[in-house]
Protein backbone atom coordinates (compact mmCIF):
# COMPACT_ATOMS: atom_id res chain seq x y z
CA UNK A 1 0.00 0.00 0.00
CA UNK A 2 0.87 3.70 -0.88
CA UNK A 3 2.73 5.55 1.44
CA UNK A 4 3.63 9.41 2.37
CA UNK A 5 6.93 9.69 3.17
CA UNK A 6 8.62 12.28 5.50
CA UNK A 7 12.62 13.19 6.22
CA UNK A 8 14.36 13.56 7.93
CA UNK A 9 12.66 11.84 11.03
CA UNK A 10 14.42 14.31 13.04
CA UNK A 11 16.08 17.41 12.51
CA UNK A 12 18.03 19.26 15.26
CA UNK A 13 18.94 23.03 14.17
CA UNK A 14 20.04 26.12 16.23
CA UNK A 15 18.05 29.15 16.88
CA UNK A 16 17.67 31.52 13.63
CA UNK A 17 19.13 28.37 11.06
CA UNK A 18 17.32 27.52 8.43
CA UNK A 19 15.59 23.75 7.64
CA UNK A 20 14.09 22.08 5.21
CA UNK A 21 11.67 19.07 5.63
CA UNK A 22 11.41 17.35 2.83
CA UNK A 23 7.58 14.70 2.03
CA UNK A 24 7.47 12.60 -0.78
CA UNK A 25 3.22 12.40 -1.16
CA UNK A 26 1.46 9.54 -2.78
CA UNK A 27 1.09 9.65 -6.49
CA UNK A 28 -2.02 9.97 -7.07
CA UNK A 29 -2.70 12.51 -4.58
CA UNK A 30 -3.65 15.87 -5.96
CA UNK A 31 -4.06 18.02 -2.41
CA UNK A 32 -0.72 18.96 -0.01
CA UNK A 33 -0.79 19.84 3.27
CA UNK A 34 1.64 20.60 6.12
CA UNK A 35 0.34 20.63 9.83
CA UNK A 36 2.36 20.80 12.90
CA UNK A 37 1.85 19.39 16.32
CA UNK A 38 3.86 20.60 19.53
CA UNK A 39 4.15 18.50 21.82
CA UNK A 40 1.27 18.00 23.85
CA UNK A 41 -0.94 19.89 21.61
CA UNK A 42 -3.64 19.58 19.02
CA UNK A 43 -2.25 19.31 15.09
CA UNK A 44 -2.53 22.28 13.58
CA UNK A 45 -3.13 23.31 9.97
CA UNK A 46 -0.33 25.52 8.33
CA UNK A 47 -1.19 25.13 4.85
CA UNK A 48 -2.66 23.67 1.73
CA UNK A 49 -1.22 23.27 -1.91
CA UNK A 50 -2.74 22.23 -5.07
CA UNK A 51 -1.72 22.78 -8.80
CA UNK A 52 1.47 23.95 -7.81
CA UNK A 53 0.00 26.69 -5.93
CA UNK A 54 -0.50 27.82 -2.35
CA UNK A 55 -4.69 27.32 -1.88
CA UNK A 56 -4.85 28.74 1.97
CA UNK A 57 -2.86 29.51 4.84
CA UNK A 58 -3.51 29.83 8.66
CA UNK A 59 -2.24 32.47 10.31
CA UNK A 60 1.39 30.41 11.75
CA UNK A 61 1.83 30.30 8.30
CA UNK A 62 3.52 33.61 8.11
CA UNK A 63 6.86 35.22 5.80
CA UNK A 64 9.59 32.91 7.66
CA UNK A 65 7.34 29.90 6.04
CA UNK A 66 7.29 28.73 2.65
CA UNK A 67 6.27 25.68 0.48
CA UNK A 68 7.18 23.94 -2.97
CA UNK A 69 7.10 21.11 -5.07
CA UNK A 70 9.79 21.67 -6.80
CA UNK A 71 9.85 18.33 -9.00
CA UNK A 72 6.43 17.21 -9.63
CA UNK A 73 7.28 14.82 -6.18
CA UNK A 74 8.51 16.35 -3.63
CA UNK A 75 6.66 18.88 -1.79
CA UNK A 76 8.61 20.91 1.11
CA UNK A 77 8.04 23.06 3.92
CA UNK A 78 11.16 25.75 4.73
CA UNK A 79 11.73 27.15 7.85
CA UNK A 80 13.42 30.39 7.14
CA UNK A 81 15.02 31.53 10.49
CA UNK A 82 13.77 28.85 13.56
CA UNK A 83 12.88 30.14 16.99
CA UNK A 84 12.64 28.10 20.12
CA UNK A 85 8.82 27.93 19.26
CA UNK A 86 8.76 26.17 15.91
CA UNK A 87 9.82 22.99 18.09
CA UNK A 88 7.17 20.85 17.35
CA UNK A 89 6.20 17.55 14.75
CA UNK A 90 5.42 18.53 11.35
CA UNK A 91 3.22 16.37 9.18
CA UNK A 92 2.97 16.27 5.77
CA UNK A 93 -0.46 14.86 4.22
CA UNK A 94 -2.29 14.30 0.96
CA UNK A 95 -5.29 13.62 -0.71
CA UNK A 96 -6.91 12.69 -3.70
CA UNK A 97 -10.06 15.89 -3.51
CA UNK A 98 -11.89 14.43 -0.82
CA UNK A 99 -10.62 15.67 2.23
CA UNK A 100 -10.12 12.19 3.21
CA UNK A 101 -5.67 12.85 4.45
CA UNK A 102 -2.77 10.21 4.24
CA UNK A 103 -0.27 11.36 6.89
CA UNK A 104 3.35 10.60 6.82
CA UNK A 105 4.94 9.87 10.07
CA UNK A 106 6.40 13.22 10.84
CA UNK A 107 9.75 14.90 10.80
CA UNK A 108 10.16 15.87 14.92
CA UNK A 109 11.77 19.19 14.85
CA UNK A 110 14.00 20.80 17.56
CA UNK A 111 15.68 23.98 17.95
CA UNK A 112 18.35 24.84 20.70
CA UNK B 1 -12.53 31.74 14.12
CA UNK B 2 -13.69 28.37 13.57
CA UNK B 3 -13.20 25.91 16.49
CA UNK B 4 -13.51 22.08 17.01
CA UNK B 5 -14.32 21.17 20.82
CA UNK B 6 -14.00 17.45 22.06
CA UNK B 7 -13.43 16.37 25.84
CA UNK B 8 -10.42 15.87 26.40
CA UNK B 9 -10.80 12.90 28.21
CA UNK B 10 -9.19 10.52 29.08
CA UNK B 11 -12.62 7.97 28.29
CA UNK B 12 -11.92 4.97 30.09
CA UNK B 13 -13.77 1.82 29.29
CA UNK B 14 -14.17 -1.79 29.94
CA UNK B 15 -12.98 -4.64 27.04
CA UNK B 16 -16.00 -5.18 24.82
CA UNK B 17 -17.70 -2.12 25.89
CA UNK B 18 -18.84 0.71 23.95
CA UNK B 19 -16.77 4.13 23.38
CA UNK B 20 -18.62 6.99 22.99
CA UNK B 21 -16.44 9.99 21.58
CA UNK B 22 -18.16 13.18 21.07
CA UNK B 23 -17.40 16.51 19.31
CA UNK B 24 -18.88 20.11 18.32
CA UNK B 25 -17.77 22.68 15.72
CA UNK B 26 -18.64 26.15 15.36
CA UNK B 27 -19.25 26.86 11.68
CA UNK B 28 -22.07 26.04 9.69
CA UNK B 29 -20.62 26.07 6.67
CA UNK B 30 -18.62 23.21 7.23
CA UNK B 31 -19.18 20.06 4.53
CA UNK B 32 -16.95 17.37 5.51
CA UNK B 33 -16.08 15.37 9.16
CA UNK B 34 -13.58 12.95 9.99
CA UNK B 35 -12.33 11.00 13.29
CA UNK B 36 -8.44 10.12 12.82
CA UNK B 37 -6.87 7.99 15.00
CA UNK B 38 -3.76 8.99 16.81
CA UNK B 39 -1.00 6.72 18.77
CA UNK B 40 1.33 7.93 20.64
CA UNK B 41 4.27 9.39 19.11
CA UNK B 42 2.30 9.06 15.69
CA UNK B 43 0.65 10.35 12.52
CA UNK B 44 -3.23 10.65 12.68
CA UNK B 45 -4.86 8.05 10.61
CA UNK B 46 -8.03 8.27 9.16
CA UNK B 47 -10.36 6.19 10.53
CA UNK B 48 -13.90 7.52 9.50
CA UNK B 49 -15.35 10.08 7.07
CA UNK B 50 -18.67 11.33 7.02
CA UNK B 51 -20.65 14.22 4.63
CA UNK B 52 -24.19 13.98 5.23
CA UNK B 53 -26.57 13.81 8.06
CA UNK B 54 -27.14 10.39 9.76
CA UNK B 55 -25.26 7.43 10.48
CA UNK B 56 -22.00 5.49 8.79
CA UNK B 57 -20.58 2.28 10.16
CA UNK B 58 -17.60 0.93 8.96
CA UNK B 59 -17.06 -2.44 11.08
CA UNK B 60 -17.00 -1.64 14.49
CA UNK B 61 -16.87 2.38 14.25
CA UNK B 62 -20.21 3.91 13.73
CA UNK B 63 -19.86 7.61 12.77
CA UNK B 64 -22.78 9.93 13.22
CA UNK B 65 -23.08 13.57 11.88
CA UNK B 66 -26.29 16.16 13.18
CA UNK B 67 -25.25 19.45 10.85
CA UNK B 68 -28.40 21.38 12.85
CA UNK B 69 -26.30 20.76 16.34
CA UNK B 70 -22.85 20.73 15.09
CA UNK B 71 -22.24 17.91 16.55
CA UNK B 72 -20.26 14.39 15.66
CA UNK B 73 -19.63 11.19 17.18
CA UNK B 74 -17.92 8.40 16.97
CA UNK B 75 -18.79 5.02 18.54
CA UNK B 76 -16.86 2.35 18.93
CA UNK B 77 -18.01 -1.36 19.95
CA UNK B 78 -16.41 -4.34 21.01
CA UNK B 79 -13.66 -1.95 22.06
CA UNK B 80 -10.19 -3.66 22.31
CA UNK B 81 -6.94 -2.66 24.22
CA UNK B 82 -5.41 -2.19 20.71
CA UNK B 83 -8.45 0.97 20.39
CA UNK B 84 -6.24 2.78 23.37
CA UNK B 85 -5.41 6.42 21.34
CA UNK B 86 -6.27 9.86 21.03
CA UNK B 87 -9.22 9.77 18.81
CA UNK B 88 -9.32 13.52 16.39
CA UNK B 89 -12.12 15.18 15.47
CA UNK B 90 -11.09 17.17 12.26
CA UNK B 91 -13.51 19.35 10.05
CA UNK B 92 -13.27 20.27 6.49
CA UNK B 93 -14.41 23.71 5.12
CA UNK B 94 -15.21 24.49 1.65
CA UNK B 95 -13.17 23.65 -1.35
CA UNK B 96 -11.40 21.20 0.91
CA UNK B 97 -8.51 23.51 1.70
CA UNK B 98 -8.56 23.72 5.38
CA UNK B 99 -9.60 21.56 7.34
CA UNK B 100 -9.43 22.20 11.36
CA UNK B 101 -8.22 19.26 14.09
CA UNK B 102 -9.94 19.16 17.42
CA UNK B 103 -7.17 18.62 20.48
CA UNK B 104 -8.66 14.62 20.66
CA UNK B 105 -10.15 12.80 23.66
CA UNK B 106 -7.84 9.99 24.98
CA UNK B 107 -9.24 6.39 25.19
CA UNK B 108 -8.05 3.93 27.30
CA UNK B 109 -9.63 0.18 26.47
CA UNK B 110 -9.11 -1.59 29.92
CA UNK B 111 -8.37 -5.48 29.66
Known amino acids: EPEVTQTPSHQVTQMGQEVILRCVPI?????FYWYRQILGQKVEFLVS????????KSEIFDDQFSVERPDGSNFTLKIRSTKLEDSAMYFC??????????FGPGTRLTVL | QKEVEQNSGPLSVPEGAIASLNCTYS??????FFWYRQYSGKSPELIMS????GDKEDGRFTAQLNKASQYVSLLIRDSQPSDSATYLC???????????FGAGTRLFVKA
Open chain 1, 93 to 102: AGDRGNNEQF
Open chain 1, 27 to 31: SNHLY
Open chain 1, 49 to 56: FYNNEISE
Open chain 2, 27 to 32: DRVSQS
Open chain 2, 50 to 53: IYSN
Open chain 2, 90 to 100: AVGYTGGFKTI
